[in-house]
């Protein structure tokens, strides 16, 4: 039986509360993407009852509704007629989203959105002085010669001038220009000023003293601080848009940054700098003392606190600390706890992979520990260990046991954004780094091994809802038997001969009903492994990951086109013993509405395997920021006893 939309559109209106609950409304190739007024009127429950919904969760701000390929944007189209409402682009409906947030949880965003894009230069400089000191100790003279000189200056460079790569960071994230941007940065440290760490020792008659109105600005520049560029560049960014906004166009040319800069700088040396540094460097002791109080008991409350703000997406507001820390001169003692932070939560996965019965559920916990034990602990907390509860909360155990003994024992980082395995490169004592993830990882392990019970321990609504989901995915072609007009009008003719040799696309699943080929060239990775939660958690069916050699999509069998998304970056493709195939070109490529994306086929044609299917620009992907892996899900495999995916 098909699915009813507009019943399906309408009980989703009714459990969330109404038209008047509503902020705005887009769609991608498988979601509805709501901004809620009060998400407290929304019952995810009863949501996830409704016929259609596959499932429901929040991410950045937006209530999210899974329905699947070829359905939702017919659901969606009903949606709006019911709500009386505008269609809205994905950006509005994320900046919609944004705007909801509390001013604090923004901020914290903010800074996030400013320190993360540099992290690059951040850890070639402290991977670089790491290796730097130790070839300073083990070779006898190095210090001395030319190269040493050398590399000492590369791996400085990012620390010594970090003011200015924070304030071109910071203006691309508060919409201001970038060059100006970089001179609020240089003019910080500009080499007319005193360097702020040779200030320490000069007397306070050797600084040179602006007189400036009734202000008395000594003329330090502002080397160890990032706080103070921030909202430098900040101000910066909202005078220049407002007087872009006012200024007559005539003169704006040289009005606008002639005053922007001439504004800023006076009032960053006057008001903002003296303020947020001093600020800052309170900020900095605050953080010191409470990572050394009490014989580490600090660092081991901030260890187990650690977890909960990457749950939060706030764990990106220690990168002002630690880059603090390093811009003083000094070690990044932040690093250790987050290290054994992430590491405890590697420790927990691996016992769920071990300890649990469910295939399903190892198939995502060894990738997802293996991926916390390099510091990326998004998978293993959000699939495996917070799902649970119980690991979750071993691993923040795990983590005060290990950030206690880093803190003893005084370990610290040249660099930030490197934790786990890799924190061997930027550590400063390797031996004690190594029982610390011991300590951490194994602690963590060791009670998850003894607390959780095994599969048994999930609750019976999630359990509820896996069968849910489960069910929803098997009926899937059936539901949505293309009864309607095609989304997209794209050139058929184009894609009638086969442009791939059959023979030349390996196959990457099978099941009793057929072979499904690789749609395009490239490295086949694991479902689970794929950077979006929904298609990693397999709610939209399990298959693989291709991360792409080439910039085209063939048809991986003989079938027929069951839906093209509007921004032509997914095909949705029904094949013999009906199998219901989504291919999916990129990670969140639907925010890039359809440019760099062309398809070749539309809604209702017949294809042949190996015909062209989608061309797309990878270079357009990635310079938006976005990973170009093609997802290949079989929505319906657990209708398949057979089913196996190569990766």
């Known amino acids: 039986m098909a699915l009813d939309y507009r019943k399906c559109a309408q009980e989703i209106t009714d459990v969330i509360g109404g038209a008047e609950n509503i902020v705005s409304a887009a769609h991608c190739a498988t979601r509805l993407r709501l901004v809620i007024v009060d998400n407290g009127k929304v019952s995810k429950k009863e949501l996830e009852n409704v016929d259609g919904v596959k499932g429901v969760f929040e991410s950045n701000g937006q209530l999210q509704i899974i329905i699947g390929t070829g359905a939702v944007n017919k659901v969606y189209d009903e949606f709006l007629g019911i709500n009386h409402i505008e269609a809205a682009s994905k950006d509005e409906v994320k900046a919609a989203a944004a705007a909801k947030k509390p001013i604090w949880f923004r901020a914290i965003k903010s800074l996030g959105d400013v320190f993360v894009p540099i992290l690059p230069a951040i850890v070639a400089s402290g991977l670089l002085m790491g290796v730097v000191e130790a070839l300073g100790k083990a070779i006898p003279g190095f210090a001395d010669t030319g190269w040493y000189a050398f590399l000492d200056l590369v791996s400085n460079t990012a620390f010594a001038y970090l003011p200015v790569i924070v304030a071109i960071s910071a203006a691309r994230v508060f919409g201001g220009n970038l060059f100006l941007g970089a001179v609020t940065g240089l003019a910080m440290v500009h080499s007319g000023l005193i360097n702020a760490w040779a200030v320490g020792g000069m007397a306070a008659s050797e600084i040179p003293v602006w007189h400036l109105l009734f202000f008395n600005v000594k003329a330090v520049g502002y080397q160890g601080h990032v706080i103070p560029v921030i909202i430098a560049v900040w101000f910066m960014s909202t005078l220049e848009k407002w007087l872009h906004k006012h200024v007559p166009e005539v003169i704006d040319l040289f009005v606008t940054p002639l005053t922007t800069v001439l504004v800023t700088m006076f009032l960053t040396f006057t008001i903002i700098g003296p303020i947020f540094s001093t600020a800052e460097s309170y900020i900095l002791e605050f953080a010191k003392w409470v990572i050394t109080v009490g014989h580490g008991i600090g660092a081991a409350i901030m260890g187990a606190i650690y977890p909960i703000t990457v749950v939060f997406g706030l764990h990106h507001m220690y990168n002002v600390i630690e880059a603090g820390m390093l811009a003083e001169g000094g070690l990044n003692i932040w690093m250790p706890i987050a290290s054994a932070a992430n590491f405890a939560q590697f420790g927990a996965c691996l016992a769920v992979a071990i300890k649990t019965k469910s295939q399903k559920n190892r198939a995502v916990a060894l990738p997802s520990s293996l991926s916390a034990s390099l510091g990326i602990t998004e998978p293993a907390i959000f699939g495996i260990n917070l799902r649970f509860m119980k ?121 009793e009903a057929g072979e499904v080929g690789a749609p395009t060239k490239g490295k086949v990775i694991p479902y689970t492994e794929i950077t979006d939660e929904t298609f990693a958690s397999g709610v939209l069916g399990e298959g693989v990951g291709i991360v792409p050699e080439e910039g085209v999509v063939y048809a991986p069998y003989d079938g027929t086109i069951s839906s093209v998304a509007d921004t032509q970056h997914a095909v949705g493709i029904t094949g013999a013993g009906d199998m219901e195939l989504l291919i999916h070109v990129g990670v969140d490529t639907v925010k890039m509405n359809g440019d760099g994306f062309k398809a070749f086929v539309k809604e209702g044609d017949e294809v042949k395997k190996g015909q062209k299917l989608i061309e797309f620009d990878r270079d357009k992907i990635k310079d938006a920021g976005y990973a170009d892996t093609v997802v290949v899900l079989l929505t319906n495999s657990d209708d398949y006893n057979e089913f196996a995916p190569e990766a």
């Open 391 to 511: 690991p979750f909360i071993c691993g923040m155990v795990g983590a005060a046991c290990g950030a206690i003994f880093g803190s003893i024992m005084k370990l610290g980082a040249t660099a930030y954004g490197v934790t786990g395995f890799p924190g061997f490169l930027t550590i400063n004592n390797h031996l004690k780094y190594a029982i610390l993830l011991a300590i951490a990882g194994g602690v963590a392990f060791a009670l998850t091994m003894v607390v959780w019970k095994g599969d048994d321990d999930q609750p019976d609504d999630e359990a509820k809802a896996e069968k849910k989901a489960a069910k929803a995915a098997k009926k899937a072609a059936k539901k949505n038997g293309g009864d309607v007009a095609a989304a997209v009008a794209a050139p058929a003719a184009a894609a009638a001969a086969a442009l791939r040799d059959a023979a030349d696309m390996p196959k990457v699943m099978g099941t």
